[in-house]
């Protein structure tokens, strides 16, 4: 409303709003005047109309100017909030990519670190395993090798108790307590194979008649320092130190 009142004061202002109401006022003045004739009077009519016509052809074209303006502003204005909307789409855009990148880039070395742990995991478990059957094996040579050299020293008590028994020593012998205890381990499944035959002092004696005679034709007595001498307890002791870890 106000965009009318403003274009028709400008209107009443201008040239041609001066032109159209002088032609109302002659228009009024010709239907007044009984003398003029019909002919002038239907000229002064047409332009009058004519007036009115071209005033508001040109109310229209600037109508039209203005909205077109505004169009224009409207456009412009269109026009800078999608490149806002789309200038913020394009850096969200560019952010999701990288952190993209950096997710898979943690993704794949998550997956790397995962796998080193799982194989480290792997890996301390089964030395801790090795770990305590190599402690079991150690602990179980070291015992057979004390069960070695105390059946050694008991099967030389007893081979001395039987020499001074043949010297005729009977009363030393007396002073003395004959050690008959048991062997001390009962099973040989701690020893390996290798380790069994090499300790010749835990098997059983293997004695056929032939070499009963030949060891009855050829026995010497031996003194007990030749008995307990200390190569034998070290050949002993060395061949079943060799087996152990």
């Keep these: 409303m106000n965009n009318q009142v403003d ?16 032609l109302d ?22 332009k009058r109309v004519e007036a009115e ?3 508001r052809r040109a109310l229209i074209n600037k109508a039209i100017t203005d909205k077109k303006m505004q169009t224009q502003a409207e456009a412009i204005k269109l026009a800078k ?11 969200l855009s560019a952010d999701v990519s990288i952190l993209r990148d950096y997710i898979e880039q943690a993704s794949m070395e998550f997956s790397k670190a995962e796998k080193r ?10 030395a801790k395993f090795d770990l305590y059957e190599k402690m079991q094996r150690k602990e179980q040579l070291t015992e057979h090798l004390c069960a ?17 028994k043949q010297l005729e020593m009977e009363a030393i012998i007396e002073d003395y307590d004959i050690n008959n205890s048991q062997p001390v381990l009962s099973k040989f499944c701690l020893l390996n194979d290798e380790t069994y035959h ?11 008649p032939s070499t009963d005679l030949k060891q009855e034709q050829e026995a010497v007595p031996q003194t007990p320092e030749e008995i307990n001498s200390p190569e ?14």
Aim: with cysteine.
């Design 81 to 91: 909030i999608t490149q806002e909307l789309n200038r913020l789409d394009s850096i």
């Design 232 to 245: 034998d307890s070290m050949k002993t002791e060395n061949c079943c130190t060799d087996q152990s870890p």
């Design 117 to 126: 742990y799982l194989k480290a995991e792997k890996e301390f478990i089964e």
């Design 53 to 55: 016509n071209a005033r």
């Design 7 to 22: 274009t028709s004061d400008d209107s009443c202002k201008s040239p041609t709003g001066l032109r159209n109401k002088n």
């Design 198 to 208: 090499c300790c010749q002092t835990l098997k059983p004696s293997q004695k056929t």
């Design 148 to 164: 070695i050299i105390e059946q050694n020293e008991n099967r030389k008590a007893d081979k001395l108790v039987e020499l001074m």
């Design 25 to 46: 006022e002659r228009f009024l003045e010709a239907e007044s005047n009984p003398n003029i004739s019909e002919l002038e009077l239907f000229g002064i009519r047409r």
